[in-house]
């Protein structure tokens, strides 16, 4: 089962609200992945976790908070966001060494 | 000079032709190359994964890696409306963790 499941799949949040985007997988990967993609782009990476610790932030700005809870579980928590934060969200997981396996996507709007 | 090259296209072809789709890259510390096929509003989905140089073939896909060119193919036989979509080619090198490189993406439209 290669599955990689995104909530909510879509958000429209304001500028002065928290929300958290949610991302599970059950492939007993032990390394998972924020992706950050806007409209006839390709993926940008922000986050890497690996055994549940933050590996890579690609200079990610602090109203993005993600976290690890245990090894099947990420969370990017959104707060005071911006409309250009306005993008498809991408988890995704592997392996340490191996193919990346991506979700669906949350689509989040900020107005 | 982006690390990972790709032609955005768009590229449209007829149904049964032979699509051929390339990414070229300069960092000779790329380890492992992939393709993922993107429809509209959806995540990416992995078609092909290679580590050496050489081909591989699933089906009616064959992805060649030439690591001494630095250059990378997907092949597509008999292609079908249904692939219409955009590929991505995607490299990673490993710093601590498996950091993925995307080209830009190519539009390909299969038409019927």
């Known amino acids: 089962d290669t599955e990689v499941t995104q909530t909510p799949k879509h958000l429209v949040m304001g500028m002065t609200n928290k929300k958290s985007l949610k991302c599970e997988q059950h492939?007993?990967?032990?390394?998972m992945y924020w992706y950050k993609q806007k409209a006839k782009k390709p993926p940008e990476l922000m986050f890497v976790?690996?055994?549940?610790?933050?590996?890579i932030n690609e200079s990610v700005p602090s109203r993005f908070s993600p976290e690890c809870p245990n090894s099947s579980l990420l969370n990017l928590h959104l707060h005071a966001l911006q409309p250009e934060d306005s993008a498809l969200y991408l988890c995704a997981s592997s392996h340490l060494l191996g193919e990346l396996f991506f979700g669906e996507g949350s689509r989040l709007t900020v107005l | 000079q982006k690390e990972v090259e790709q032609d955005p296209g768009p590229l449209s072809v007829p149904e049964g032709a032979i699509v051929s789709l390339n990414c070229t890259y300069s960092n000779s510390a790329f380890q492992y190359f992939m393709w993922y096929r993107q429809y509209s509003r959806k995540g990416p989905e992995l078609l092909m994964y290679?580590?050496?140089?050489g081909n591989k073939e699933d089906g009616r896909f064959t992805a060649q890696v030439d690591k001494s060119s630095k250059y990378i193919s997907l092949f597509i036989r008999d292609s079908q409306p249904s692939d219409s979509a955009t590929y991505l080619c995607?490299?990673?090198?490993?710093?601590?963790?498996?950091?993925?490189?995307f080209g830009q993406g190519t539009r390909l439209t299969i038409n019927p």
């Open positions: 995607a490299m990673s090198l490993i710093q601590g963790a498996q950091k993925l490189v």
């Open positions: 492939m007993g990967h032990r390394a």
């Open positions: 290679t580590y050496s140089s």
């Open positions: 976790y690996s055994y549940e610790k933050l590996s």
